[in-house]
């Protein structure tokens, strides 16, 4: 069993580690550089997107042919992490939620023509994009097939969409939108994903929603659809997969969640170390009382555990398996050592750890929605649980496509 990653591989997390040491970190440690939602301003942006691009390090998740570095899913899993050293790593790498989910979906699933218009800007980074699917009670949220609300109704070669959506990752200001909207009463593929830019008639952005962390471009928004008009050819996938588009794109975005926390949870404990190896209290150094030994080590091997859980998935999705348990018990696992290993870095600091002196607090509000994101925690708890009682023994397997 070889943890080792490949030369190429190892390439890449290198220089990935070294243009945010050297390109990123300054900018971040500049408050003047930061928009009004606590993100990496425009200019700043775009200026170390170029440098990214030169450097060859643009879009690492998306094939070559379609305009990336044609990764595999455990390069993605070395490099993501790499890149979130910095909280504004993965927007530089054009690498960030919600484009890269977006991105992988429709690589996987869009045909060439649609690649074309819809794909290309946004791997590009002329683009930013949104996927449309949670909504307000009783509508969308983990259940979208028996729940969804929005509906899109046929006439003649359009669909006319009307419902309501809202916390929308990236809507304010995005320009492609994959929206999903209920096209039968069926009990099985009812659902359906289509496609729609920002200046299509029939729509609006009824707000942004304030939240309690730090925002990603374009916030969390709600949304109104009253009419919007999509011809069939911008239907994403065929009538009545929706859930399909919806399982491909959030199957792999909870994996690269993932592969960026562990990247936080890390530079959490790296801001951490420093304070606990200079700072004296009672007579020697906090790093020698053992108590303080113990939240070291503890977070640092539940860190470590959900690097090897996040690794697992990525290599059976790379043999072609879907892995929807592994990615699950990932999801679990790293959700809670991102706030963990943060909160143990604000109570090892003390009250600078409370303080914007250092990034720990805004890593802290940012933090609590991992738990929700993508699915809540206690919904994966429930996937696990039926896999289990499914497979029974099976369930823990070595290897790729081995049981028992």
């Known amino acids: 069993m070889d943890f080792s990653l490949s030369p190429e591989i190892e390439d890449y997390r290198a220089r990935i580690r070294a243009f945010v040491a050297d390109k990123i970190l300054p900018v971040e440690a500049d408050r003047s550089q930061w928009d009004a939602h606590e993100n990496i301003g425009a200019a700043a942006l775009a ?57 992988l979906l429709l690589a996987r699933a869009a045909t060439p023509a649609q690649q074309e218009r819809w794909l290309k800007p946004i791997v590009e980074g002329r683009a930013r994009s949104a996927f449309v699917m949670t909504e307000p009670a009783p509508g969308s949220g983990s259940d979208p097939g028996g729940a969804m609300q929005t509906r899109a109704e046929k006439k003649g070669d359009k669909w006319i969409l009307r419902g309501r959506k809202w916390f929308i990752t990236g809507a304010d200001g995005a320009d492609v939108f994959i929206v999903v909207a209920r096209t039968s009463d069926a009990d099985r593929k009812n659902l359906t994903a289509f496609l729609h830019r920002r200046e299509q008639p029939g729509w609006r952005l009824v707000r942004r929603i304030p939240i309690m962390g730090p925002e990603e471009h374009g916030g969390h928004c709600e949304m109104e659809y009253d009419g919007l008009e999509i011809p069939d050819a911008d239907r994403l996938l065929e009538v009545g997969e929706g859930l399909k ?155 790729h496509g081995e049981k028992g």
Not at 58 to 82: F, N, R
Not at 91 to 102: H, I, L, Y
Not at 324 to 334: N, R
Not at 338 to 354: E, N, P, S, V
């Open 245 to 399: 588009a919806t399982q491909i794109r959030l199957g792999i975005a909870r994996l690269t969640h993932c592969m960026r926390w562990l990247g936080m949870a890390k530079r959490a404990l790296e801001i951490a170390a420093p304070y606990v190896k200079e700072r004296e209290s009672f007579e020697k150094k906090l790093s020698q009382h053992e108590g303080v030994q113990w939240m070291l080590g503890e977070t640092a091997m539940a860190i470590q555990t959900g690097r090897l859980l996040v690794m697992h998935a990525a290599w059976l999705i790379d043999q072609g398996e879907r892995a929807q348990a592994e990615v699950s018990m990932a999801k679990i696992a790293v959700a809670a050592v991102l706030h963990k290993a943060i909160d143990t870095a604000i109570q090892l600091c003390g009250a600078r750890g409370y303080s914007k002196d250092t990034l720990l607090e805004w890593m802290y509000r940012y933090a609590r929605q991992a738990r929700l994101v993508d699915g809540a925690s206690e919904v994966h708890k429930m996937v696990l649980a039926r896999f289990f009682l499914e497979e029974g023994r099976d369930f823990w397997r070595w290897g």
């Open 47 to 103: 200026a170390l997107r170029a440098e990214a691009r030169k450097a060859g390090l643009w879009a690492p998740q998306i094939p070559k042919t379609l305009g990336g570095q044609g990764l595999s899913v455990v390069g993605m899993a070395a490099c993501y992490e790499e890149m979130n050293r910095s909280i504004f790593g993965p927007a530089v790498f054009n690498s960030a939620a919600p484009d890269d989910g977006n991105m």
